[in-house]
């Protein structure tokens, strides 16, 4: 056998591009509201609640309430994504890569449209008239973290509060998560085994509700000072999520870059937190 043969072996490549492990698109753009809007702020107008008085005397004078009036401001964001193919990197891979580079970017805009929602839910709004002033989610609206992961006591309390703020039962309730939380519940010693069974079903995804709850699970939860994760309960108008532009691609030649391939997204977006009462924050150890 010739010695020289191995000069004739050859490599072997995929005719596909793969995507590697990603967070693909918005997982928290359906349980908030949407609004599609024109310009470069956005007003949403609030009615408080009013009380109603008795009526003692006949052919009295009709009484005026005063109204509770607030009102929620944002200010849209630009988001983009762009990269360059040139038609020489398509024959040295031997493939054309344009459908994976667009795939990329509309999972990148939909991680920023959650990175606004989360900021949103448990940050300041702007508030007031010309929404000048801001409020940040009161103390009453967190749960302290207790040295504790995510317990089914913390569920059962921000259920509570939800309920405690008249919190419409019919509003759809939800619950972001990271992986964390989830094998928190599963590990808890004091969950009955009919609450672990349903635990059990929500890991695999075979259920998504638990304590009133839709969970969605998401790696892009933040952590507070204490390095505990900040865990979100919320009721599905608590928040509202203005669409100025929907995502938006090109992908088209571009002459002043020696006619490479541009493959190009866009979005306008923001978000803001409607009621403090909607939102609950549940610090969690890790």
Known sequence: MSSQITTAFVNQFS??????????????????????INGEKAFFD??????AVQRTTRNGDTPLMETPHARRQVTLKDFEYADLIDDQDKIRMLIDPTSTYARAAAAAIG??????????????????KTGSSSVALPAAQKIAHGS???TIAKLVEAKQKLDEKSVDPSIRRYIAVSPKQISDLLNNTTVTSADFNTVRALST????????FTFIVTNRLNTDSNSDRQVIAWAQDGCKLAMGKEPTSRIE?????SYATQVYYCSSFSATRMEEEKVVEIACSE
């Open 15 to 36: 005719s596909n591009v793969t995507m590697l492990s990603q967070q693909m698109g918005s997982l928290l753009r359906s349980a908030v509201d949407v609004e599609t």
């Open 46 to 51: 609030q009615v408080g609640q009013a009380a």
């Open 111 to 128: 991680r920023a449209m959650d990175d606004e929602i989360i900021s949103a839910l448990i940050g300041s709004a702007n508030t007031g």
């Open 148 to 150: 504790a992961g995510l």
């Open 205 to 212: 995804g075979s259920i998504s509700e638990f304590v009133g």
């Open 253 to 257: 030649e571009r002459a002043d870059k």
